[in-house]
């Protein structure tokens, strides 16, 4: 069972272009968070995606980001017009449902953004 | 709103050595706690979940211990060695599916 997978693994884009960052969770899972890390700083929450429905947006900046999960096909991270402080690894991850408390999130290894 | 901190930032040690690293919540109705661990440039690798309703986890030369009501966690790792040198990160999932990340503590362990 392959693990979460994501790419491109490293994506450099100028000011102004769009990002799409690509997820596939693990098989037979059908929820997908994703999280950003800026540096220096810790991951911080963006989206919960299941399939063809957001479920919690709360960390994803209002303008420029979105996310969807199609029925199928991998999960898609888009930043439109990217300006420099979107420099960042952007980590995918996914769970089965149902999920309990003792079940955790596994993670992809990120792409890593980098906008001249 | 949850907020995480791991204490020390960074910590050296010779091999061999045994180690405590710190991760205080603050808020304490939590599902779980997590403690991950990540390599430069690679993913997190999940290492020890702890449920609400346990005290501790252990894994080979890994205990991680969970006290809610003081909203405090600690990862000891035992006889240390040189390819447990990463980043530990500390994350908290307060029922809402999202997690609650710290800023990690960068482990160097010299041979």
């Known amino acids: 069972n392959a693990g979460v997978m994501q790419n491109p693994r490293h994506l450099v884009r100028r000011r102004g272009q769009e990002a799409r960052l690509r997820c596939s969770p693990m098989?037979?899972?059908?929820?997908v968070y994703w999280y950003r890390q800026l540096p220096e700083e810790g991951l911080k929450f963006m989206v919960y995606?299941?399939?063809?429905?957001?479920?919690?947006e709360s960390g994803m900046p209002k303008e420029r980001f979105s996310a969807e999960f199609p029925k199928e096909g991998p999960s898609i991270l888009r930043i439109q017009q990217v300006v420099r402080g979107d420099s960042a690894a952007y980590f995918c991850?996914?769970?089965?449902?149902?999920?309990?408390?003792?079940?955790?999130?596994?993670f992809g290894p990120g792409t890593r953004l980098t906008v001249l | 709103k949850q907020e995480v901190t791991q204490i020390p930032a960074a910590l050296s040690v010779p091999e061999g050595e045994n180690l405590v690293l710190n991760c205080s919540f603050t808020?304490?109705?939590?599902?779980?706690l997590q403690w991950f661990r990540q390599d430069p440039g690679k993913g997190l690798t999940s290492l020890l979940l702890?449920?609400?309703?346990?005290r501790e986890q252990t894994s080979g030369r890994l205990n991680a211990s969970l006290d809610k009501s003081s909203g405090r966690s600690t990862l000891y790792i035992a006889a240390s060695q040189p390819g447990d040198s990463a980043t530990y990160l500390c994350?908290?999932?307060?029922?809402?599916?999202?997690?609650?990340f710290g800023k990690g503590t960068k482990l160097t362990v010299n041979p």
């Open positions: 991850a996914s769970s089965p449902p149902p999920r309990g408390a003792a079940d955790t999130q596994y």
């Open positions: 098989k037979g899972h059908s929820h």
């Open positions: 995606l299941q399939k063809e429905n957001i479920i919690d």
């Open positions: 808020d304490s109705a939590i599902y779980n």
């Open positions: 702890i449920q609400s309703s346990q």
């Open positions: 994350a908290v999932e307060g029922g809402s599916e999202k997690l609650v």
